[in-house]
């Protein structure tokens, strides 16, 4: 009995750091695939924040500019540290939920849609805490790219400058700057993501639309991207403005609350969805990419379906 007990308990371990792999390695994919849409929206959702800035823009008058003025490659700044935070927000994310939905002791089929985004919130908001200094490192050197456009010197040379130089002048706080709307983000996004990816495709699959293939994936991963943009964008507006601030003079907004009065007074409401295109755009391509990978690796490992 005990035995029977110990081998199930490896077995499951097993699954696990299986499905922690799988994650990690679909996520540097799908990364990797739509990183220059976000650091286009990125720089969409700063714009504004000058009192300078008075023509309007747009995604593709922001990637043009960005590819004139700093060459195709920086396109890809931040890849790095964005991999980074995807090794240990996406593995969280995603394996936490099914394990949160699984010891619910209820089948997926029977789980209202209503308990899925509680489940999806919550393993989100985990992941990104976790992952929070990986994503602000992300931010800043995003954001950099606009003061190298301005022909002025960017505040660091790679992730672990920006790293040390954050640590230095910041404190180890200040690696978690603006995780409040960070984690506000998350637990949006993964309502909206996870939950409705799961049941988009349950529903799809029962009623006959088509069966457990690269067809139901693909029209759950754009239902679920099409959510999760429109419940997220306002709060990933003020992370974005949030963790591109330093400590100091610099310093724009007291809190994310301060940030989201201070952009809807200046910009107008509209501002909280600034990005919302570039933002969708890139979810859609980016869970269609990584839930597609995961399905498929999951089958050539022997594992049942997410």
């Known amino acids: 009995m005990k035995a029977n007990e110990e081998e199930?308990?490896?077995?499951?371990?097993?699954?696990?750091?299986?499905?922690?792999?799988?994650?990690?390695?679909?996520?540097?994919?799908?990364?990797?695939?739509?990183?220059?849409?976000?650091?286009?929206?990125?720089?969409?959702?700063?714009?504004g924040e000058s009192v300078t800035s008075t023509r309007s823009t747009n995604a593709f008058r922001i990637?043009?500019?960005?590819?004139?003025?700093?060459?195709?490659?920086?396109?890809?700044k931040g890849l790095s540290p964005a991999i980074l935070r995807h090794m240990l927000?996406?593995?969280i994310r995603i394996v936490g939920y099914?394990?949160?939905?699984?010891?619910?002791?209820?089948?997926?089929?029977?789980l209202s849609l209503f308990s899925k985004?509680?489940?999806?919130?919550?393993?989100?908001?985990i992941a990104q805490f976790v992952a929070s200094p990986a994503d602000l490192v992300k931010v800043r050197m995003q954001a950099d790219?606009?003061?190298?456009?301005?022909?002025?010197?960017?505040?660091?040379?790679?992730s672990l400058d920006a790293l040390n130089k954050i640590v230095q002048k910041e404190g180890l706080r200040g690696l978690w700057q603006g995780v409040l709307p960070n984690v506000?983000?998350?637990?949006?996004?993964?309502?909206?993501?996870?939950?409705?990816y799961d049941h988009a495709k349950r529903l799809v699959i029962q009623n006959q639309v088509c069966e457990d293939n690269i067809y139901a994936h693909t029209l759950a991963s754009t239902m679920s991207g099409l959510s999760a943009t429109a419940l997220s964008c306002p709060a990933d507006?003020?992370?974005?403005?949030?963790?591109?601030?330093?400590?100091?003079?610099?310093?724009?907004?007291?809190?994310?609350?301060?940030?989201?009065?201070?952009?809807?007074?200046?910009?107008?409401?509209?501002?909280?969805?600034?990005?919302?295109?570039p933002t969708w755009a890139r979810l859609g391509p980016w869970q269609f990419v990584f839930w597609v990978s995961y399905e498929k690796f999951r089958r050539i490992v022997g594992l049942s379906s997410f």
């Open 89 to 91: 927000y996406t593995p």
């Open 63 to 76: 990637a043009s500019e960005i590819v004139q003025k700093e060459g195709f490659i920086c396109l890809y």
């Open 237 to 277: 507006v003020v992370k974005t403005r949030m963790m591109n601030q330093t400590a100091g003079k610099e310093v724009m907004y007291r809190n994310s609350y301060d940030c989201l009065v201070k952009t809807v007074r200046v910009e107008g409401v509209r501002a909280l969805w600034k990005g919302f295109f």
């Open 98 to 110: 099914e394990h949160l939905r699984n010891a619910t002791g209820s089948s997926n089929d029977s």
């Open 184 to 196: 506000q983000r998350a637990f949006l996004v993964n309502m909206g993501e996870l939950a409705c």
């Open 117 to 125: 985004a509680l489940i999806g919130g919550t393993s989100g908001v």
């Open 8 to 47: 199930n308990r490896k077995n499951k371990t097993g699954k696990t750091k299986t499905k922690i792999a799988l994650t990690s390695l679909s996520a540097m994919v799908a990364e990797t695939t739509t990183f220059p849409i976000d650091i286009t929206k990125t720089r969409l959702q700063l714009y």
């Open 145 to 158: 790219g606009r003061l190298v456009s301005k022909g002025l010197q960017p505040r660091y040379t790679g």
